[in-house]
């Protein structure tokens, strides 16, 4: 990636470019746009990502003040795919795969970002350098970091080409096998974890989540796909080692025919720790609580023919427990969308509505024009629910991004 282009500081839009704001929604930016992504709290700050309609990213960053963001700042990284969407935020630092290393971008309290530098002890080299076989290529990406021991611990999703294959056609229908390691030790060593996973020729492991209990206790979670439906894998790790104990599986949902239905379509995945450590995974039949166990449980149900009972947006710790997203139709004769700020304990238990908001479908631009609503996205931070929904404009002028903040 290039060098970053001057930080900007956005201030407040003129009131001639405000469209009527739905309640409890402000008016951040009036660009093309064709997404936002959340990345997360650091630096007592929230970042997000803002991809342009002509192909710019910006990582904008705010404070949160009250029930609003505060304080934007906007940092141009650039046009193409700079890989920020993919990057995994880790304490104040960002850390992206560029051409087989790690690189890190340090996010700072300014809400400026330093350049990019590489990654010191970077895991993706450890493993490629101790984890692949003679004559093979391998790569791997970090897609979730957790603190223990006073190190961190990264877990590393990846590909094996064998010695026959283009390294550049090297996916799983492509000759590519997939790959799943954590790193590092204690001793700074890389560990494969292959073996764990049910297909490693057309499946893989995706959304991997870490996780330390009050016990300081290490646990691991990964959605294992393999054809034609999913599952979710659950396992202890020695936190010095980094060896996995028994490994659970969940391979369906409460309320799903196994073999007609994939069990979680496309599933979103949380790990929620307190005394010990819980799965918390949504899909398109509800969000369910699963202790590694026996049967999940039901924190709510949803009805995906009908788009009632809310999806799951987004989880994290707040307030001494867990924080989750929910947003959908409250039932099917609602027309608007409602964005739900649920809380529990630690572990994902006890679920109750702490604070919602309505997202409008439209937006009126002039009596012949209206802003439709793209989608809605959140990210629970230690002020609260941070949420963004963008509308798409059906004439000429700018898309809105709208951001609204939830306490409870």
Request: with cysteine.
């Amino acid at each position: 990636m290039g060098a970053l282009f001057a930080v900007l500081v956005i201030a407040a839009l003129p009131s001639a470019t405000h469209a009527a704001t739905p309640r409890g929604w402000e008016q951040l930016l009036a660009v093309p746009a064709d997404g936002v992504f959340p990345v997360g709290w650091a630096s007592g700050r929230a970042w997000f990502l803002l991809e342009r309609s002509d192909d710019e990213q910006v990582l904008y960053s705010a404070r949160v003040a009250g029930g609003r963001l505060a304080s934007l700042v906007a940092n141009p990284m650039g046009k193409g795919d700079q890989g920020i969407a993919d990057a995994l935020l880790s304490g104040s630092t960002l850390v992206g795969v560029s051409q087989g290393t790690s690189r890190a971008l340090t996010l700072l309290p300014s809400g400026k970002v330093s350049g990019w530098a590489p990654m010191p002890g970077d895991p993706v080299v450890i493993a490629r350098g101790s984890l692949v076989p003679a004559g093979y290529a391998g790569d791997w990406t970090a897609k979730a970091a957790v603190t223990v021991g006073g190190r961190t611990v990264w877990a590393l999703p990846g590909r094996l080409c064998p010695p026959d294959s283009d390294p550049h056609h090297c996916t799983i229908n492509g000759g590519g096998y997939s790959s799943f390691a954590v790193c590092c030790t204690s001793d700074g060593q890389a560990v494969d974890l292959t073996s764990l996973l049910r297909n490693t020729v057309k499946g893989g492991t995706s959304q991997p989540g870490l996780g330390v209990d009050a016990h300081g206790r290490l646990w691991l979670t990964w959605v294992d796909n393999v054809p034609n439906e999913a599952g979710i894998d659950f396992v202890q790790l020695d936190a010095t080692t980094l060896q996995p104990g028994h490994v659970q599986f969940l391979g369906t949902l409460p309320g799903v025919v196994p073999g007609r239905i994939p069990p979680f379509l496309a599933p979103a995945l949380f790990l929620g720790c307190g005394d010990t450590c819980s799965v918390v995974v949504g899909s398109a039949f509800g969000v369910f609580r699963w202790p590694g166990a026996g049967p999940a449980a039901a924190l709510w149900r949803s009805d995906p023919l009908k788009g009632t009972g809310g999806q799951l947006l987004a989880a994290g710790p707040y307030g001494g427990g867990l924080a989750l997203a929910s947003y959908g139709r409250k039932n099917s004769a609602a027309a608007d969308l409602t964005l739900g700020l649920v809380r529990t304990d630690a572990e994902g238990r006890n679920p109750h509505t702490a604070a919602s908001v309505t997202a409008v479908l439209e937006i009126p631009r002039d009596p012949s024009h209206v802003a439709s609503l793209e989608g809605v996205t959140a990210m629970v931070t230690p002020a609260g629910l941070v949420a963004f929904a963008l509308y798409r404009s059906d004439d000429a002028r700018p898309d809105l991004v709208l951001a609204t903040v939830l306490h409870g």
